[in-house]
């Protein structure tokens, strides 16, 4: 059963920086397309950042492109999210996904609970 753990929310004021990490058990990680989602209040969930996990290709939402990082460490069977340039807009609930399919799929398998960030004036 795959398991996803997100950690690293928090607290940051606008303009900082902020990591998040989202660790898989229960399966290959190497064999999962990973993605970040969030979910503001009163909004629907949007996609964040995506990276196959066949050739290490990345997507980024329009809104974060240039700010937000995907990184995986295989090693750890980790996915990061590394945030910087934070905006108010940034709040959110930052949720971790998974899937088998070599490409971005059009619904995630696997998701995990998520975390909260808050981006502070």
């Known amino acids: 059963q795959v398991q996803l753990v997100e950690s690293g929310g928090g607290l940051v004021q606008a303009g900082g920086s902020l990591r998040l990490s989202c660790a898989l058990s229960?399966?290959?990680?190497?064999?999962?397309?990973m993605g970040w989602f969030r979910q503001a209040p009163g909004k629907e969930r949007e996609f964040v950042a995506i990276m196959s996990w066949t050739d290490g290709s990345t997507y980024y939402s329009g809104s974060v492109q240039g700010r937000f990082t995907i990184f995986r460490d295989n090693t750890q069977d980790t996915v990061d999210l590394w945030m910087s340039s934070l905006k108010l807009e940034d709040t959110a609930v930052y949720f971790c996904a998974a899937d088998r399919s070599p490409r971005p799929p059009q619904v995630f398998s696997y998701w995990g609970q998520g975390t909260q960030v808050t981006v502070s004036p």
């Open positions: 229960g399966s290959t990680f190497t064999r999962y397309t």
